[in-house]
């Protein structure tokens, strides 16, 4: 068996092994996919009247407002996953596991790939079961199938960014503990910016902050592909911040890896 045929079968035992885990003890992937459900609730049910006059008029109310309000908490529990993968990678780490799989004869990728995989699985059932929670609350998405293929497909992406980013902070915390509250500004940055507000309604230093930083073009770009509203120049901006929170996160976590920086 060639060397890329041997990596491909350890990664996916490695993921095999983090399904496992996610299946034996769900009570993570549960708190995950709490914290964004009650944010819709209460945006929702408690601020929406108020929020969503504010945004479009006397005339908007809850019904109108989850429609604006959806596809920024939909990011959010997004954002929420790399908690999972953060913890994961860092209780192996400090359990002794990785220094065990470095004496195996496996491929040294395997260990990252599978929680990276393992991450990218466990935060899309989370980022489905949120859009079933809105969806059954009134969301009413009028994207094409052509749109939700597109939106799902950046919201992958953003995973896949956020969960390379996630394990290299699993590689250096010290403690799972620490793992768990490294990756809160990744949660909370959605709201300093348009997932529960546009831009616009900010003060001037708070709105050059909200406009140019990572989550805002996603935000309004995944509310584009769903709502119908306009995208202009959000897409590939979108698309940029992806891609270069991927390399980052990729190449931090390698090296760190390499580097045996993992006792």
Request: some cysteine.
């Amino acid at each position: 068996m060639s060397t890329p045929s041997y990596a491909v079968t350890d990664s996916l035992t490695m993921l095999r092994r983090n399904l496992k885990h996610a299946q034996r003890y769900p009570s993570m992937t549960v708190s995950v996919v709490a914290l964004p459900v009650m944010m819709l609730l209460v945006f929702t049910y408690v601020f929406g009247g108020a929020l969503g006059s504010g945004i479009g008029g006397a005339a908007v109310g809850t019904t109108d407002y989850i429609d604006y309000v959806a596809p920024g908490i939909i990011l959010m529990a997004a954002t929420s996953g790399a908690l999972v993968t953060a913890v994961g990678v860092c209780v192996d780490k400090t359990e002794g596991i990785v220094n065990r799989f470095r004496t195996m004869p496996i491929s040294r990728a395997s260990f990252l790939t599978g929680h990276v995989v393992g991450g990218v699985i466990q935060t899309l059932v989370s980022v489905a079961l949120v859009i079933g929670v809105a969806l059954l609350m009134g969301f009413r998405p009028s994207a094409t199938p052509v749109e939700w293929i597109a939106a799902v497909g950046l919201l992958v992406l953003l995973i896949l960014a956020l969960t390379w980013l996630s394990a290299a902070i699993g590689l250096v915390a010290k403690t799972p503990e620490t793992a768990s509250n490294m990756p809160l500004p990744l949660q909370f940055l959605p709201f300093v910016g348009s997932a529960i507000v546009p831009t616009e309604s900010m003060p001037t230093g708070v709105r050059w902050f909200a406009e140019y930083q990572p989550f805002t073009p996603i935000i309004e770009t995944l509310r584009g592909l769903l709502m119908g509203t306009g995208i202009g120049g959000s897409a590939p901006a979108a698309l940029a911040w992806c891609a270069g929170l991927t390399l980052v996160g990729y190449l931090w976590a390698r090296a760190v890896f390499r580097r045996g920086a993992v006792g």
